[in-house]
């Protein structure tokens, strides 16, 4: 049972399919990416702005050391030096705990929230506490702000607002280490899938490609073995065409061979019998001119009729099988052929006629060729003129017959013309070639190639077909 072979529309619908999966994966690969690279960039995001917080929330508390340094600095040595510090500090405090405020509301911490607003709440007591304290050097209560000072209530607010510092900061280090391994967790996530897709990926492609071998491993299969069936056919034809051009050959002998049999008949047989009849006419001819002077004219009409049968015998004898072919040889046949043609046809006939040495038959199938292609040409052609060439080409004999007459369409002509697939069977059959070349209105040209016979081949033997009685016969009329 022979196997199935997919076909082209399979084979393209597989391509087909290949497309679609390719683009499902790159689009997984891509969805994949794009999450991992929006969730990573979110918790970075967050991380930065963890980091922005905790550098502005000590930047505070550094700010609100300054204030408290710059405030005690004056208290005690009165230069006015150490207000500038305080006064700078005092300033970027407030800018702070606001740019605090905006940070952490957009975080959406609500525990980092809550510690900022005590923070918040404690860096204006402690600048407040401050103030007081300079406000009541400078109406001149010195003594009282340095008691204010002495009963440490700065103290303890800067100590509570170390504490909340470090606890907002301890919440921060925690969220930003979460957010690290959020950052991780996704990094990971995302290695994963792309390694998944890509196996996913390199499994179909590999499928696709060891399918995609298999389909051409089977088309390999089929078109060796169509092309061993070419080979077997076109051996097979070559085969049939061998055989029927030996048929070909021996239906052409068998027909050349009966022809020449039946010349011979005609020849022995009829040509014996009017010669009889002729000698017996003149045996009789004195006596009848004595005895009956009237039958005259009747004796004279039957020695035209007998000398019209014996022309006639002859000339069915010369059609049959030439006799100057096998007496006189190929040159001079075709040249008494072209000369009668000529003369019958009214047409000039113009010959290059060099002796070839030709296998035995093989100048009958040349002289055939130009005898039927001279019949055509009296019979369609309307020629003004013809040309006849035989001569040796190379290895091989070349003959050819040309007119100027009206010219056909080879294409069409030649598959309903008998006569010119006689001559293409004639010449195949001695293993020549044969081209006919016309186009309507230019004429003709019929030009056929033969193998020369080798030098050392015997000469084709010959077989004349007259015999004297005919030319008795002449001597009698």
């Known amino acids: ?103 952490y509301r957009e975080s959406g911490d609500s525990g980092a929230e809550v510690h900022r607003r005590r923070i918040s709440a404690l860096v204006i007591a402690k600048m407040s506490e401050m103030e007081e304290v300079l406000r009541l050097d400078a109406s001149g209560a010195r003594e009282t702000a340095l008691e204010m000072v002495r009963t440490g209530i700065g103290r303890d607010q800067m100590d509570q607002l170390r504490r909340e510092v470090d606890a907002l900061l301890r919440e921060q280090t925690l969220a930003s280490a979460e ?107 004195p006596r009848l001119l004595q005895a009956a002077p009237d039958l005259q004219p009747r004796l004279a009409h039957l020695v035209e009729a007998l000398n019209s049968g014996i022309a006639l015998k002859r000339r069915i004898i010369e059609d049959l099988r030439p006799s100057t072919l096998n007496s006189l040889g190929l040159v001079p046949a075709l040249e008494i052929l072209c000369s009668e043609s000529a003369e019958r046809m009214g047409v000039p006939i113009h010959t290059e006629l060099a002796p070839v040495r030709l296998p035995p038959g093989a100048d009958l199938v040349v002289f055939r060729l130009v005898q039927e292609s001279l019949t055509n040409i009296a019979k369609y052609a309307q020629a003004k003129q013809v040309r006849v060439q035989l001569g040796a080409e190379g290895d091989e004999a070349r003959v050819q017959v040309a007119d100027d007459g009206v010219g056909f369409r080879v294409s069409r002509t030649l598959r309903g013309s008998h006569g010119l697939l006689g001559m ?48 008795a016969a002449q001597g009698a009329a």
Do not use: C, N
């Open 179 to 285: 957010a690290q391994a959020g950052v991780y967790d996704t990094l990971l996530w995302h290695r994963l899938g792309v390694a998944g897709l890509t196996g996913l990926g390199l499994i179909v492609l590999a499928a696709f490609l060891r399918k995609e071998r298999q389909l051409d491993r089977q088309l390999a299969e089929r078109q060796a073995e169509v092309q061993a069936e070419r080979d077997r056919l076109e051996r097979e034809v070559s085969e049939r065409t061998a055989d029927l051009t030996e048929l070909a050959r021996h239906l052409q002998t068998a027909r050349e061979d009966e022809r020449a049999r039946l010349a011979r008949e005609l020849h022995d047989e009829l040509g014996a019998l009017l010669t009889a009849a002729k000698l017996d006419v003149a045996r009789i001819r």
């Open 1 to 103: 049972m022979a196997r199935r072979i997919p076909s082209w529309l399979e084979r393209r619908r597989y391509k087909v399919l290949a497309l679609p999966l390719a683009a499902l994966v790159a689009g997984l690969l891509i969805a994949v990416s794009e999450l991992a690279y929006h969730g990573a960039s979110s918790r970075l995001a967050r991380l930065s702005s963890m980091d922005q917080a905790r550098f502005e929330l000590l930047r505070v508390l550094r700010r609100v050391t300054d204030a408290e340094s710059g405030e005690r600095g004056y208290l005690l040595t009165r230069g006015p030096e150490y207000l500038a510090p305080y006064q700078s500090a005092r300033a970027d405090v407030f800018d702070g705990l606001a740019r605090l405020e905006t940070l």
């Open 424 to 471: 293409r069977f004639r010449v195949e059959a001695e293993r020549g070639r044969l081209d006919v070349a016309s186009t309507p209105g230019e004429g003709t040209t019929l030009t056929a190639w033969l193998p020369l016979d080798a030098p050392d081949a015997p000469p084709a033997a010959t077989d004349a077909t007259d015999a004297p009685a005919d030319g």
